[in-house]
């Protein structure tokens, strides 16, 4: 078996050499999750998409009847079927009415409001000439941008920077299971809480626009809007702030590249797809379960095991990407697939682009000098298959 160390530090900080040896080698293998269960893990391009289009691997647990009955708590009951987690069918129904509020449409008429927000974070740091990019801007940008979308007053977004990074934190590290459930539980019932407010005076917000869509009578349960909106929110911020953290790091390790997009800012499209490609915040898909016996790669996985999709290996197979470990902003043919591909394919991924293109934006143009004030070496990679990012990046400008 595929000897890979999923929680070993060098590996964390620059899985890239070990995912192209695997590539090459035993590219569909199965690997010891820290929870004691085995699952495959697929590393290969094409691999990666045919799995991700195969309606053979659903992401619905084969024992999903089982959490969600009596002998679990409420607040996990209520999150645990969302998108991620329903029926093929139920996720169809699902996807089509949270697609209507996210439309490119949609996403673009946030545009000035993104800008604003940008705008308002970089001047509170601006005259400081040094500043925590996650902490002071990476991190807020989105959480607040979220939190507006769906009607989150401000003075409450601080509680859901806890609640979403102790979540966070306990998907990846057993240890912190206890407390990342009694978080979860005060995250439910502020929902719950929120909920009922806006059903007795509709508002302009994401919650309201789902709320009307139930009154007329479609069929979007009390349950699985609460799942909806926490997916929502975690699903749509530790990815963003990375972006942006990974997407800088990028830029100031290839000062070549950082000054052309600087010359030639009409590039920040491209810029942010190599971005994407080269270091994008996901790095593994989230679980799939095979609902029969198949075969991958001489591979035999049978009905019920678990299989993840590496995303972070998949967009440096040099089958697909020419010379993939060189970080270019006008690489041309660039089919990452960092968004994941298939039914599951982000639904935030043009709220995320905007995001991106707005927040690098603004730092290269307001920031021209920014540079790292640490040695590479020294930045701490956080822990864990699901999200590669940096806890804190500090910068001089
Ligand atoms: C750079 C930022 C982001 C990245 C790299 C990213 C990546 C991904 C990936 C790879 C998936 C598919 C996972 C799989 O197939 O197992 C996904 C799904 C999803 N993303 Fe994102 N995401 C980002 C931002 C966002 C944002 C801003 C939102 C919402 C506000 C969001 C909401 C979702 C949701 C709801 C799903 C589940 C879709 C489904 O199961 O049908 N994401 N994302």
Redesign the pocket.
Known sequence: MTKIDFQKETFIRNPYPVYSEVREQDPVFRFLLPSGQYAWIVTRYDDAVNV?NDSRFV?NPPYVDEIVGSHVPAHQAIISRN??TVTPSD?RR??RL?QKA?TPRMIDRLRGRIEEITNELLHQVQDKNEMNLIEDFAFPL?IIV?CE?LGIPFEDQDKFRHWSDVIMEGFNNPSLMEQSDSVMKHFVEYLQELIAKRRDKLKEDLISDLLRVEDEGDVLSEHELYA?VF???I???E??V??IGNGILALIEHPEQKEKLQNEPELIHAAIEEI?RYN???EV????WATEDTELRGKRIRQGEMLF?A?ASANRDPAQFPEPDTFDITREVNNH?????????????P???L??EIAIGALLRRMPNLRLNSDIIDLEWRPGMIIRGVREIPLLF
């Open positions: 991700l992401t998108l991620l996720h699902l996807r949270i996210f989105p979220i979308m909806l997916v929502l929110i699903a749509g911020h990815t963003t990375n972006l994407l994008g915040p996901a898909s989230n679980i799939r999709v995303f697939i960092a968004f994941g591909k298939g039914v599951h394919f982000c639904v935030g991924a709220l995320a682009r995001e991106a």
